[in-house]
């Protein structure tokens, strides 16, 4: 599995959690998987071994130097150290601003998972996710088309955010050692520019996306991005996996990072959870009778940053209370602080990414807002859900393949107002404690652990090879 993210090692948000967790999960089915992710400078090499030494990736005259390292994990983890690349403050970019050079970056990173294919971890399959990682099918079908190590290979690419495409001028093919011919409609060649999204989804032998809905909409102009024509021409490839998620890690019975451990049998626990939360966050303990909502989030249009921002004030005049977490857009990221001054005592904002934080959010909310754009799966609904934290979801991608009437609320149209009229409806049914405490225990009996879903990437890979 080649990735730019990977729990623990590095995270910014879902396609870590699962290419954290879906390689142990494919164990059970007898696959073994390696993980290839770039060493950033947060990822401490202390207790990693180098494993090769000065793999030099060369692109015409230029050469750059990388090293291999294998952290301590229970598969193994391949770190790719270029340190000119990747030692840096942020993964993408700093400050809002993509790295200049992200091309190069994600190319020699490319590069080096083929050279950890080729040295150190015999490969079948390689998987490969989103734009970051696009190049490898690319550079299989063309620079490697016939190199004997890696005959009879497949290639499957998963799409986690068709809304990061990997653009850049068309000139960095020669840049990066590509073959001029893949700039054409069905390669790399995206409206004059090139995508490395492109590459992944046109090279590879199957595309799979992580819902079954979302993998129907991008189909569709309204979520194709400009790429549901190609998706459509490639439909007999791609299919929806739901992601699963790793109970070890999201579970109110064994988290670490909450106030008190509770569970369906018991959930006096949820009470304290709620209590710490409201303590930490600064609001007062009256909101212990009233619903508490929470979102965890990228505060950005995708995952409905605008209309929460639209609604936030209605909200609270129900006599609710509202705690966000978050980053991403300095224009939310400051609405989110002018909220907090307007409405003291009834809305609190961190901005930030903290991952204890966003543990104690699941447990101490009541009601946890998800109102997307468009999300191609979404994991905190599924964290919600375990946590009894009933979820209010737009009708959309993931969001609507894994909550049901009778576990959470969705809304279709995507609007400030049907919006608030979810949250009404949900705030209404709080007040009836056993309807409520009833919602919650369905939520909480729902199973997305990675069982099926890792069954159903085995088998195709599975099919990949034998095709
Ligand atoms: P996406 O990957 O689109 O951001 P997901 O719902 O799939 O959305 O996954 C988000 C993951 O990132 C969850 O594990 C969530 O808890 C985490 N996350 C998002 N924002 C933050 C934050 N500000 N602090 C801590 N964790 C965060
Ligand atoms: C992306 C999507 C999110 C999905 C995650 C993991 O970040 O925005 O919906 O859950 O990838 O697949």
């Avoid at 947060?42 to 230029?62: E, M, Q, T, Y």
């Avoid at 093919?173 to 069905?186: G, K, S, T």
């Amino acid at each position: 599995m080649i990735s730019s993210e990977a729990a623990p090692f590095a995270k910014t948000g879902g396609l870590a959690d699962v290419v954290g967790s879906l390689p142990a999960a494919l164990r059970a089915f007898g696959d073994e998987v390696a993980v290839v992710i770039p060493r950033y400078g947060s990822i401490d090499l202390k207790d990693a071994r180098r494993v090769w030494d000065n793999l030099a990736v060369h692109f015409g005259p230029d050469a750059y130097p990388v090293s291999i390292y294998r952290a301590p994990a229970e598969h193994p983890v391949y770190l790719v150290d270029c340190p000119p690349l990747f030692d840096r403050k942020g993964f993408y970019g700093e400050s809002g601003t993509d790295y200049p050079d992200n091309h190069i970056r994600f190319a020699v990173f490319c590069r080096a998972a083929l050279s950890v294919a080729r040295f150190l971890f015999r490969t079948d399959i390689f998987h490969c996710h989103d734009w970051q990682t696009g190049l490898v099918p690319a550079y299989l079908r063309t620079t490697f088309a016939r190199d004997p190590t890696f005959l009879g290979c497949r290639t499957l690419f998963t799409i986690h955010n068709l809304g990061y495409q990997g653009l850049f001028p068309k000139t960095v093919l020669e840049e990066v050692a590509l073959d001029p011919a893949v700039y054409r409609p069905d390669g790399m060649e995206f409206f004059g520019q090139v995508s490395y999204l492109k590459a992944g989804m046109e090279f590879a032998d199957a595309v799979s996306t992580v819902s079954p809905t979302y993998a129907r909409e991008i189909q569709t102009p309204e979520f194709g991005f400009g790429m549901d024509a190609r998706l459509r021409a490639r439909a007999q490839v791609l299919s929806g996996i739901l992601n699963g998620v790793d109970y070890a890690d999201w579970s109110p019975q064994t988290d670490a990072h909450i106030a008190a451990r509770y569970g369906p049998e018991d959930l006096s626990g949820k009470a304290a959870c709620k209590r710490q939360l409201l303590e930490e966050f600064g609001l007062p303990p009256e909101a212990m009778e009233r619903p508490l909502l929470g979102t965890v989030s990228r505060f950005t249009r995708q995952k409905g940053a605008d209309i929460l921002a639209e609604i936030a004030a209605q909200i609270v005049a129900e006599d609710v209370y509202l705690v966000a977490l978050g980053t991403g857009d300095p224009e939310y990221e400051d609405f989110f602080r002018l909220m907090q001054q307007e409405h003291p005592g009834r809305i609190a904002a961190r901005i930030g990414f903290d991952n204890a934080l966003a543990h104690r959010i699941e447990a101490g909310a009541d009601i946890f807002l998800m109102p997307s754009h468009y999300e191609p799966c979404g994991l905190n609904q599924i964290y919600s859900l375990h946590y009894g934290t009933v979820p209010v979801v737009r009708a959309t991608g993931g969001l609507d393949d894994t909550i049901e009437e009778g576990t959470g609320f969705k809304f279709a149209e995507y609007s400030g107002q049907a919006f608030l009229e979810a949250v009404r409806a949900a705030v209404r049914v709080f007040a009836d404690r056993e309807a409520w405490r009833r919602m919650m225990l369905r939520g909480m009996a729902k199973d997305f652990s990675w069982k099926t879903s890792a069954a159903a990437y085995s088998e195709l890979y599975r099919r990949l090879l034998a095709g």
